[in-house]
Structures are given as C-alpha cells and as structure tokens.
C-alpha cells in the first residue's frame, strides 16, 4: 500500500473540526506505546463520534496505518514575533539557516570528545 506523506494527510483532515495536526509514531494503548505504527492525530479536545459531524470522525486506519487520536489543546506560537532573537533559547523554538527548511530547537549538548558544545535538533523528514 501506499502511504501518502504526512503533510498530504493533513491538508486531508485540516478542514475537520478540532484537528490541529498529524504525525507519525506509535499507536498508544491504555497509556502503554505499542509496537504498532500509527498515523497520529492531534485534537483540541477529544469528542465523542455520536457528538461529531460524519466529516470529523477519523477513521480508524489511513493508509493501511492505524490511526491514534491524541487531544493536545489549543496549540499557539511560543512568540508572535517569528523572525526576533530569543535569549536564552528556549527548547521548541524554530532554527535553521535561511537557505534551507528549518529545524526544532531541542537542547545545547556538549560532544563527548571534545567538549565543544552542540545543537541538538529533531528530523522533520516527512
């Protein structure tokens, strides 16, 4: 089968209420993660399917994958101001070079050899 990127899925889904968006990981039982792959939907708040619109309610697989519905909130900007200077940088701040795509600001690490200290970023390869 198939699997559409990420970022398909959600243009897919984005015109539902309460989606604010989708990833990939594993799909969540009872609080345990489980070893199955999972399209992962995030939700404002979750509803019962008898409370939705047809529209809304998100099937139980997309592409083959299971799909797992995680409420998170309103999701909002750490800082309006998208193209200032944070000092400090705080951990899920927006980095990269102007060139290329960017990147999540995740932690400063020191290198185990030398000591010289590292930016440490997540892969957002879709």
Request: glycine share 10%; net charge positive; charged share 30%.
């Given at each position: 089968?198939?699997?559409?990127?990420?970022?398909?899925?959600?243009?897919?889904?984005?015109?539902?209420?309460?989606?604010?968006?989708?990833?990939?990981?594993?799909?969540?039982?009872?609080?345990?993660?489980?070893?199955?792959?999972?399209?992962?939907?995030?939700?404002?708040k979750?509803?019962?399917?008898?409370?939705?619109?047809?529209?809304?309610?998100?099937?139980?697989?997309?592409?083959?994958?299971?799909?797992?519905?995680?409420?998170?909130?309103?999701?909002?900007?750490?800082?309006?101001?998208?193209?200032?200077?944070?000092r400090?940088?705080?951990?899920?701040?927006?980095?990269?070079?102007?060139?290329?795509?960017?990147?999540?600001?995740?932690?400063?690490?020191?290198?185990?050899?030398?000591?010289?200290?590292?930016?440490?970023?997540n892969?957002?390869?879709?």
């Amino acid at each position: 089968m198939v699997r559409r990127p990420t970022l398909d899925v959600f243009r897919e889904l984005r015109s539902a209420e309460n989606i604010v968006g989708v990833g990939k990981g594993y799909k969540i039982v009872r609080g345990e993660s489980t070893d199955q792959q999972a399209t992962v939907v995030l939700v404002k708040k979750k509803v019962a399917k008898d409370k939705l619109r047809n529209e809304s309610i998100i099937p139980k697989k997309i592409d083959g994958r299971l799909t797992d519905v995680i409420e998170v909130g309103d999701l909002r900007f750490f800082n309006e101001d998208r193209t200032g200077r944070a000092r400090p940088a705080k951990p899920g701040l927006s980095i990269g070079h102007y060139k290329i795509s960017a990147g999540t600001f995740g932690a400063v690490v020191r290198d185990a050899s030398t000591g010289r200290p590292l930016i440490l970023s997540n892969n957002q390869a879709a």
